[in-house]
């Protein structure tokens, strides 16, 4: 059985269908990417799963339960990180204040705390360094490791990036992908929504392709790199 298993997701905003019968499934250990142009349902399909939004039709199942109507905290305890798009990092709390933050779903165990703070650092070694530093005055690089850092405060199973890239230099976003597949070397399956298609399906196991809330295409990530569909569509090719 997968570790995350989505069937005939439907989700609204008001009377707009943003998804539209969404089958997908991550296996653990993989790392999957979901790629697709803006207002393809990519980020509703993660505020989905997290809780963040209520589907109105279908299931999502986590290592083999049914958590498609539980609570957002309660998800984030049974497993499930989120980092969301644009960061959204606490900018008036230090880099330290701004990880425990992602840490309380482990309900004030300061050891459990401190040892997940260091596993960041050991990760991200300049949040260390900026530990003291209010998150609003770091660069855009560091605030997107502060956000990774705070999703991984929770020791999550599955941690779901949103557009971990977006407005990086080329150097950092190849710092960002080798950090995730570090991420997922240590253990944690990915399920990771990202712009950057070509960036994405190298550092992925497999992809699903949406486009106006449907998967239209799915297979192994470097089967979905040579197919000449997604080459036109997303890679930038002729």
């Known amino acids: 059985m997968a570790l995350l298993h989505i069937e005939n997701l439907r989700t609204y905003y008001g009377h707009v ?3 539209k019968g969404i089958d997908l499934e991550v296996e653990e250990g993989e790392i999957v990417t979901l790629i697709g142009a803006n207002g393809a ?3 509703t399909t993660l505020r989905t799963i997290s809780g963040l939004i209520r589907p109105r039709e279908g299931q999502i199942t986590f290592d083999g339960e049914d958590i498609t109507r539980l609570a957002a905290h309660r998800i984030v305890e049974e497993g499930i990180s989120h980092a ?11 880099v ?10 482990l309900g004030g165990d300061t050891e459990a705390i401190e040892e997940n703070r260091h596993r960041v650092f ?3 070694p300049r949040l260390e360094e900026r530990k003291n530093q209010l998150g609003g005055t770091l660069s855009g690089g560091e605030q997107q490791m502060l956000t990774i850092g705070r999703a991984l405060m929770a020791r999550p199973r599955l941690m779901m990036l949103d557009e971990p890239s977006l407005g990086l230099a080329p150097m950092l976003v190849k710092a960002i992908f080798d950090t995730i597949r570090e991420i997922n070397a240590r253990g944690v399956t990915v399920l990771l929504v990202e712009q950057n298609a070509r960036a994405a399906l190298k550092a992925a196991d497999r992809g699903y392709v949406l486009e106006t809330g449907r998967v239209v295409l799915s297979g192994q990530a470097g089967e979905l790199l040579q197919d000449e569909r997604v080459r036109k569509a997303y890679l930038g090719e002729q």
């Open 17 to 19: 269908q943003a998804l």
């Open 41 to 43: 349902g990519k980020t």
């Open 84 to 94: 969301p798009e644009g960061r959204q990092i606490f900018s008036t709390l230090t």
């Open 96 to 105: 330290t204040e701004n990880l425990n933050m992602g840490a309380y779903s």
């Open 122 to 124: 050991d990760l991200f």
